[in-house]
């Protein structure tokens, strides 16, 4: 394709705020636009298709949420909310109705960058591809082969038991994807178990030691205290 330029949405209602975005992500040569509300921005998320939407919670006509909550009816465009709310439970509300990632004013240009990239990549060439399911996983010296169930550091085999594969194959599908405590569970324990919390602590704990992550490094996997995990993105395969 010769023009691949992704289409980034920004609703946000700050002017200050949204002068700012639009110049950082016209400086990366994304196609800009942005809608000051929430009716606003919800038609041209469907009269623009982007690719990616940067969501402010705190909109004139109605709460963000309300926004990924009709957005998700229409389609799963990846959704970034940027909040001066913060929360967990605002974390975890935005997140479990669908939000792909959530970051708090004021923010760092360059983490909104490489989670604007991380959320692009997780969604993209296009909706069929993304939804095969790739058969390796590689993030600097972590590899994973999902169809073997292997998982290496640095070339050496590291074992694992079948609860902890699980859970690191979850977070490296969902790479670049902020995974809620509870979607987490629901995903390798089926529906709400009142212990899982605690089970994928455990067992979080066992996976990070065994990776040969120290606690509070955020090698391959982000803990956002109270809210979840997300696994740092996979290797970038040329993107823009
Ligand atoms: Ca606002």
């Not at 970051?103 to 969604?123: C, D, M, N, V």
């Not at 790739?134 to 600097?140: A, I, K, M, Y």
């Not at 994807?177 to 995903?187: C, G, I, P």
Request: aromatic share 6%; proline share 4%.
């Amino acid at each position: 394709m010769s023009n691949n330029k992704y289409r980034i949405l920004a609703v946000e209602d700050d002017r200050s705020v949204s002068s700012l975005l639009h110049a950082m992500l016209d400086a990366q040569h994304y196609e800009t636009l942005m809608a000051e509300t929430c009716a606003q921005g919800l038609m041209m998320l469907s009269s623009h298709v982007p690719d990616l939407v940067i969501l402010d919670l705190g909109l004139p006509d109605r709460d963000g949420l309300e926004f990924i909550r009709a957005a998700r009816q229409k389609n799963a465009v990846p959704i970034l909310v940027l909040s001066a709310r913060s929360t967990e439970r605002d974390k975890v509300t935005a997140l479990d109705l669908g939000a792909n990632d959530y970051i708090t004013k004021p923010f760092s240009t360059a983490e909104l960058l490489a989670r604007i990239r991380a959320a692009l990549r997780y969604s993209r060439p296009g909706a069929e591809q993304s939804k095969l399911p790739e058969s390796r996983f590689q993030l600097h010296d972590l590899a994973i082969e999902y169809e073997s169930r292997t998982v290496t550091v640095a070339s050496q085999p590291i074992h694992l038991t079948q609860t902890e594969f699980n859970i690191l194959a979850l977070l490296a599908q969902h790479a670049g994807k902020l995974l809620t405590y509870a979607a987490m569970n629901e995903a390798i324990w089926g529906a709400a178990d009142p212990g899982g919390n605690k089970k994928l602590q455990v067992n979080m704990a066992n996976l990070r030691r065994k990776l040969g992550i120290r606690p509070g490094d955020n090698r391959y996997i982000v803990n956002e205290l109270g809210v979840g995990y997300r696994m740092q993105q996979g290797e970038d395969d040329k993107a823009e």
